[in-house]
Nanobody
Framework: QVQLVESGGDLVQAGGSLRLSCVAS????????MAWYRQVPEKQRTLVAR???????SLADSVKGRFTISRDSAGNTVYLQINNLTPEDTAVYYC???????????????WGQGTQVTVSS
């Protein structure tokens, strides 16, 4: 079984910063890319940032310059540093990982439960 557990969401004032974390655990053979998505009510979940197994990073245009994604050296934890928060960043942030588990063949996408980020003006 594979689990992704996020943490770090909070209520913050505009202009503040947050660091979100996501730890992948369980029967994992290989973790490929890890990513952060966000979702607001009644809208689709959208990709915010992605980091490959080799460390290549891609960011949504709307967050470039304010968001930074990184992984730890073990490769099973992904971080999202969010600076200069605005009310438009208010959303549930979800961690996603593309994983090859020991128990199944092939690659599979896994999701965390989400962490709420709320930015007050």
């Amino acid at each position: 079984q594979v689990q992704l557990v996020e943490s770090g969401g909070d209520l913050v004032q505009a202009g503040g910063s947050l660091r979100l974390s996501c730890v992948a655990s369980g029967s994992i053979r290989i973790i490929n890319a890890m990513a952060w998505y966000r979702q607001v009510p009644e809208k689709q979940r959208t990709l915010v940032a992605r980091v490959s197994r080799g460390g290549s990073v891609s960011l949504a245009d709307s967050v470039k310059g304010r968001f930074t994604i990184s992984r730890d050296s073990a490769g099973n934890t992904v971080y999202l540093q969010i600076n200069n928060l605005t009310p438009e960043d208010t959303a549930v942030y979800y961690c996603n990982a593309n994983i090859i588990p020991w128990s199944l063949g092939g690659t599979h996408d896994y999701w965390g439960q989400g962490t709420q980020v709320t930015v007050s003006s």
